[in-house]
């Protein structure tokens, strides 16, 4: 379980040198009165104020940093971006089941078009307002 604490004093910094660079070894007092040491390779990582979220993965030996998943922005389904993704798939799909060789190529244009006009269908997208 993470648990989120700001820094009340960073007490010590090792160094541990290898091949692929550098890692600090920060030793913190935080304002929940644990001490706690994380691994950076920054060895300003931390300092007086900043909020650290950590779990004790030993007590009293070992701890890892745990960091905020990202949030994501769900779009509506009328971008541009989904119209886009769509028309690829259905040419892609057109081109793979249909198109062999050059006499081909109007047959799975008009294959793509049913493809592209199905999905956007079923995504209640706006046929009329394909990107040209």
């Given amino acids: 379980m993470a648990t989120t604490s700001k820094v009340e ?7 541990w040198s290898w091949p692929n660079g550098a890692v600090f070894y920060i ?7 644990e001490t706690i040491t994380l691994g950076k390779k920054d060895k300003s990582a931390f ?3 900043d909020e650290v979220r950590y779990e004790v993965v030993e007590p009293g ?3 890892k940093e745990v960091k905020e998943m990202p949030q994501f922005v769900r779009r509506p389904n009328n971008s541009d971006n989904n119209k886009w993704a769509m028309i690829g798939m259905a ?12 006499k081909d190529f109007d047959k799975a244009k008009d294959l793509a078009k049913r493809i592209l006009l199905l999905a956007l269908e079923m995504h209640g ?3 009329e307002e394909l990107p040209s």
Avoid: P
Avoid at 9 to 15: A, D, F, I, Q, W
Avoid at 27 to 33: A, P, T, V
Avoid at 91 to 102: G, R, S
């Fill in 47 to 49: 300092k007086v104020g």
């Fill in 27 to 33: 030793q913190m007092k935080l304002e929940n009165w």
């Fill in 61 to 63: 030996k070992k701890w």
């Fill in 9 to 15: 004093s960073v007490l010590n910094t090792r160094e």
């Fill in 125 to 127: 997208e706006n046929k």
């Fill in 91 to 102: 040419i892609k799909t057109a081109f793979e089941l249909v198109y062999k060789d050059e």
